[in-house]
């Protein structure tokens, strides 16, 4: 080819470069219309439903659609005989199993073999176990709402969120493995088509007021204006908000909590949110949403719930939220015009960090929308993140714990507490950022790491890796369990603390080798199998974004001479805090689960568990399996929250390469440390664990002197935690 020709062929390029562009807005306008009709469909079917006789088939046949898809759209019009469907929801209720893994009956177990610190684990012989009912684990924070646990759903009363299961005695849990053959290779995967890839498009902002519906005061951008919410239901405060401030999109409750009026008439708290976002109202219908609206539908949650609504005389138009505030933080008696400001000064915080960053509805949502936008443009992972496969993303909602709850009970401390210390980590997830686990990960057989060198094997379990293990609590141990066991019921997770106890979990590599290497003794660890990834940086630029914020903001709190802008900027910096935890908590992606209500006397979905029946419904949930979603990360999310763990129990201040100071609960007294709770610990006295004020320190924040009686219950143990910090507050002593 010659450059005549090469320049022609360049320039036929460029014109068919515009060809190509005039295309795709023509398929995206195309496809805004097809998205359009499409959601006049569903509602037209959910209309049809609505009808004594109506019946699946004709209207599949009407509408174009299989009998399936009007099923999904109209759950009350499922053909399908009661006997079948029946016994189909007893079969889901009792084998909910997210990793799927042949059913055989286990092989001998060999005697787990000592294991000193990093010495080189016995060779076992790997097989896939059963796959038990696995719990649904809660989320990091039960005020994370649309990232981790949202579900669209219905405007209909068929789909309200379910009530709550009593506790259930826990017991032994057994966890799934990775499986040999051609099944097993799904495990080193990703899955095909699926990347996570920076946005290029902004995100746009919407109209914003704030309303404290118990004194009926509503901030709009800087104006401060006394409204008559009526009953305060939804359509009532809509029309109120929309006449006084119009084109509003956006409304936040920061006082009030106006769906928990008449609470007492319902059997749950659930129930009576649910019922307050579908009261009828004539002027207001609940906002299906169209294409890929995932966020269609109102969110049931019992202290944060979100109401999406659009004009009944134009649904297909723009769409208002009712949300709180408490999704990013606890105003904590702040007025209107604080919260205000509060989110003026985040939204201001995070502007000098992202020149495109804009705050969505939840934290959750601006936290992966502001992390996509550090996505790299240059190096190996220009073109995204891939996500893994739905195997492996299983297997990590199964096997990788949370953050670290619970309560140690006499005779492990004394019946009677000389004191109360609380001890809480800064913006702790912060600290945990700077690695993380990218690409498909390696396969590591109990052969291969029996093999490897003593270097070797601390390397793999130093790098981002997961461990099927088996746990032996050395004789003699009269400290804190450091390594998560599966259990059955609410709690999911236990830590064994028993000189020889033993069991089969799963662990981060940092967990496994601090239990090696701790300075107390050595746990004995069999090393079972692993998955081991290459080292990367997929959340270091988001997270050194958002500890800038954060700080930014921690000084502000600490410096500005008006109280009121001192007051907004904590609470800014706490809305950071929100937005990297509930972020984080996004990559999870657990399986969703859908719940509703029927009506009594009328035939359920297929496929559900009933949870709980009254006068008039009958409450139920299914689960929907992992959506096709580019952000789902779990291994992240499981990394980081590893990480977290181990600090809980062993943290080192360093400087440099010098290790100059360590904190955490195995550098307490044996017996002292009281409770653990995500990234803080209780214990009955003081320690010398220095604070700087820097992401992961120790803060000292609560003594409560005693002698005080030993909490029974996580109840009573947040109770006296109140106290102490209450004590710590009024004698000014911080540290």
Request: aromatic share 6%; with cysteine.
């Amino acid at each position: 080819m010659d450059r005549k020709t090469y320049t022609a062929e360049l320039a036929s390029l460029r014109e068919l470069r515009s060809a190509i562009t005039a295309a795709e807005k023509t398929v995206a306008a195309a496809q805004r219309e097809l998205d359009k009709l499409t959601a006049q469909r569903s509602r037209k079917v959910a209309g049809l439903a609505g009808y004594e006789g109506a019946q699946a088939a004709p209207i599949a046949k009407a509408s174009g659609l299989s009998v399936g898809d009007v099923v999904r759209i109209a759950p009350l019009l499922d053909p399908t005989p009661a006997a079948v469907r029946a016994g189909t929801t007893e079969r889901q209720a009792t084998v909910p199993a997210p990793v799927s893994a042949p059913v055989a009956e286990p092989a001998p177990q060999p005697e787990p073999p000592v294991a000193p610190a990093l010495t080189r684990p016995a060779v076992v012989a790997e097989r896939p176990a059963p796959v038990p009912p696995a719990p649904q684990e809660p989320p990091v924070v039960v005020e994370d709402q649309a990232a981790v646990v949202e579900q669209p759903a219905a405007a209909s009363a068929s789909s309200v969120a379910a009530p709550q299961r009593p506790a259930v005695e826990a017991g032994p849990r057994e966890l799934p493995t990775l499986l040999e053959g051609p099944a097993g290779a799904r495990f080193e995967t990703v899955t095909t088509g699926l990347v996570s890839k920076r946005p290029n498009f902004v995100q746009q902002a919407r109209s914003t007021v704030f309303l404290d519906a118990a004194a009926g005061v509503l901030a709009v951008r800087d104006q401060v204006v006394r409204v008559d919410l009526g009953a305060r239901t939804p359509g009532e405060i809509l029309d109120t908000v929309l006449a006084t401030a119009p084109g509003t999109e956006r409304v936040y409750i920061t006082a009030g909590a106006p769906w928990h009026d008449g609470a007492e008439r319902y059997s749950t708290l659930k129930d009576a949110v649910a019922a307050w976002l579908n009261t009828p109202s004539e002027r207001w219908t609940t906002a299906v949403g169209s294409g890929r609206d995932r966020l269609a539908g109102h969110f049931v949650h019992q202290r944060q719930p979100v109401g999406r609504y659009a004009p009944a005389a134009a649904p297909d138009s723009g769409t208002t939220e009712i949300r709180s505030v408490g999704e990013w933080f606890d105003p904590d008696g702040a007025d209107v015009v604080t919260c205000r400001e509060a989110f003026k000064l985040l939204w201001q915080a995070l502007r000098r960090h992202w020149d495109d960053g804009v705050l969505l509805g939840s934290p959750s949502q601006t936290g992966r929308d502001l992390w996509s936008r550090t996505i790299p443009t240059k190096g190996k992972w220009a073109g995204g993140y891939p996500v893994l496969s739905e195997e492996l993303r299983g297997l990590l909602h199964a096997t990788g714990g949370q953050g670290r709850t619970e309560l140690i009970l006499p005779p492990r401390v004394p019946e009677q507490l000389p004191a109360l210390v609380e001890y809480d980590r800064t913006f702790a997830y912060a600290k945990h950022l700077w690695k993380s686990p990218v690409g498909t990960p390696t396969r590591i057989t109990a052969a291969r790491f029996a093999a490897m060198s003593e270097a070797a094997q601390v390397k793999a379990l130093m790098s981002c890796s997961h461990w099927n293990i088996r746990v032996s609590v050395p004789q003699g141990w009269n400290h804190v369990g450091l390594l998560p066991a599966p259990v059955t019921g609410d709690r999911a997770w236990v830590y064994p603390s028993e000189p020889g106890a033993t069991f089969t979990t799963w662990a981060g590599g940092a967990e496994v080798h601090l239990a090696l290497s701790n300075h107390i003794a050595p746990w004995r660890i069999e090393i079972l199998g692993g998955l081991v990834w290459e080292d990367g940086k997929p959340l270091d630029e988001w997270g050194k974004r958002l500890k800038a914020a954060w700080a930014d903001l921690t000084n502000l709190s600490k410096l500005h001479a008006d109280e009121r802008q001192r007051t907004a900027a904590y609470l800014a910096s706490r809305a950071v805090r929100s937005v990297l935890l509930f972020g984080l908590g996004g990559f999870a992606q657990r399986p969703r689960l859908v719940s509703g209500t029927t009506p009594v006397g009328e035939e359920l979905p297929g496929g559900v568990e009933i949870l709980g029946q009254d006068s008039e419904v009958v409450t139920w949930q299914r689960q929907a399996g992992f959506s096709r979603d580019p952000y789902a990360h779990p291994e992240w999310a499981a990394y980081v929250w590893s990480g977290a763990r181990a600090a809980l129990l062993d943290m080192k201040y360093r400087e440099g390469k010098e290790v100059v100071a360590v904190a955490g609960a195995l550098h307490a007294r044996p017996g002292t440390v009281v409770y653990f709770g995500t990234d803080g610990i209780a214990l009955t006295e003081r320690q010398p664990w220095p604070y700087r004020g820097e992401p992961g320190d120790y803060l000292l924040k609560g003594h409560l002197t005693g002698p005080v009686a030993h909490p029974t219950s996580q109840e009573e143990y947040l109770k006296l935690r109140a106290q102490g910090r209450a004590e710590l507050a009024a004698g000014g002593d911080q540290q």
